[in-house]
């Protein structure tokens, strides 16, 4: 199922990356960057929703989509945290945080699987939380103005992204605990 119009679309969030980057770096007007960065960035996100809806309709689901999805989630946040930082829209350590959650939960998942546990580090909501804060966020901190002159997305965004770097320690710990009992049975 490599070609599936789900999968497809979870192949576009990959694809996206280069463009969404690339934005700060062909000249245009800061004001004009921002805004592509964050249209840009909102549409491909908005597939993340789109490709797990047409897969369960039209009954496309399939191992190697389920794989692929959050692999092209997590590379369109830490890219996006990536040029955030470079703009100094976003602290370091939360990147760090956030990239650094991503690789260790990543390694636990592919070992749970590895010795036939993946289940007890199932997606739970609390992981789903801390993504849909960081879609919210990343964007705001992508436009870096005043949404509708009332919104400053600078300051939302800061907050919000702060805010989803103590959902991803929270989900990190709790991810860890469900899998300690497995960690324990297997290290004895």
Same mark, same amino acid.
């Given at each position: 199922? *490599?070609?599936?119009?789900?999968?497809?679309?979870?192949?576009? !969030?990959?694809?996206?990356?280069?463009?969404?980057?690339?934005? *700060?770096?062909?000249?245009?007007?800061? %004001?004009?960057?921002?805004?592509?960065?964050?249209?840009?960035?909102?549409?491909?996100?908005?597939?993340?929703?789109?490709?797990?809806?047409?897969?369960?309709?039209?009954?496309?689901?399939?191992?190697?989509?389920?794989?692929?999805?959050?692999?092209?989630?997590? *590379?369109?946040?830490?890219?996006?945290?990536?040029?955030?930082?470079?703009?100094?829209?976003?602290?370091?350590?939360?990147?760090?945080?956030?990239? $650094?959650?991503?690789?260790?939960?990543?390694?636990? !998942?592919?070992?749970?699987?590895?010795?036939?546990? =993946?289940?007890?580090?199932?997606?739970?909501?609390? $992981?789903?939380?801390?993504?849909?804060? %960081?879609?919210?966020?990343?964007?705001?901190?992508?436009?870096?103005?005043?949404?509708? $002159?009332?919104?400053?997305? $600078?300051?939302?965004?800061?907050?919000?992204?702060?805010?989803?770097?103590?959902?991803?320690?929270? =989900?990190?710990?709790?991810?860890? %605990?469900?899998?300690?009992?497995?960690?324990?049975?297997?290290?004895?």
């Amino acid at each position: 199922m *490599f070609f599936t119009v789900p999968t497809l679309l979870t192949w576009t !969030r990959i694809v996206a990356i280069p463009f969404i980057v690339g934005v *700060f770096y062909i000249g245009l007007q800061p %004001q004009l960057q921002n805004l592509l960065a964050t249209v840009m960035f909102v549409v491909f996100a908005l597939t993340d929703w789109l490709d797990g809806y047409l897969a369960r309709k039209l009954n496309q689901t399939s191992a190697f989509g389920a794989f692929l999805d959050p692999v092209a989630d997590k *590379f369109l946040v830490c890219a996006s945290l990536l040029v955030l930082v470079h703009l100094r829209r976003a602290d370091v350590f939360v990147a760090l945080i956030i990239i $650094g959650r991503e690789i260790a939960i990543s390694a636990l !998942r592919e070992w749970m699987a590895h010795i036939g546990a =993946s289940k007890s580090v199932a997606v739970h909501m609390l $992981g789903k939380v801390k993504t849909t804060v %960081q879609m919210v966020a990343i964007p705001f901190l992508l436009f870096d103005g005043r949404l509708f $002159g009332l919104i400053d997305t $600078g300051v939302w965004g800061t907050w919000l992204i702060w805010i989803s770097a103590i959902l991803t320690v929270w =989900s990190m710990v709790y991810y860890l %605990q469900k899998a300690l009992p497995e960690i324990r049975q297997r290290v004895k």
